[in-house]
């Protein structure tokens, strides 16, 4: 089985930052795409960011310029960097990897999610 853990949610600012950690545990084989949605209460989640085995990167349009995801020197971590937070980021945020596990199934695993909140 496979388990994922995000870390690095808060309360910060309007225009602060915070770096979001999304780590594996388990039988993966390889991971194929690791992304980042979100949900804010009462709305659907939405997709924030992917990140491919190959590196290539997807935004959605209001975290261009402002959120990075990258993979972290022990690969099975991802990050989210979050700058110039506003109040429209306050959300709940999960990461999702989807892997080929040890016995060559695909599959796609969700963490529990980490909350931030952007407020004043």
């Known amino acids: 089985q496979v388990q994922l853990e995000e870390s690095g949610g808060g309360l910060v600012q309007p225009g602060g930052s915070l770096r979001l950690s999304c780590a594996a545990s388990?039988?993966?084989?390889?991971?194929?795409?690791m992304s980042w949605y979100r949900q804010a209460p009462g709305q659907q989640r939405e997709l924030v960011a992917t990140?491919?085995?190959?590196?290539?990167?997807t935004y959605t349009e209001s975290a261009k310029g402002r959120f990075t995801i990258s993979r972290g020197d022990a690969k099975n971590v991802v990050y989210l960097q979050m700058n110039n937070l506003k109040p429209e980021d306050t959300s709940l945020y999960y990461c999702?990897?989807?892997?080929?596990?040890?016995?060559?199934?695909?599959?796609?695993?969700w963490g529990q999610g980490t909350l931030v909140a952007v407020s004043s």
């Open positions: 388990g039988s993966i084989f390889s991971i194929n795409v």
């Open positions: 990140l491919t085995s190959h590196g290539n990167t």
């Open positions: 999702k990897y989807d892997v080929v596990d040890i016995t060559m199934v695909f599959a796609e695993f």
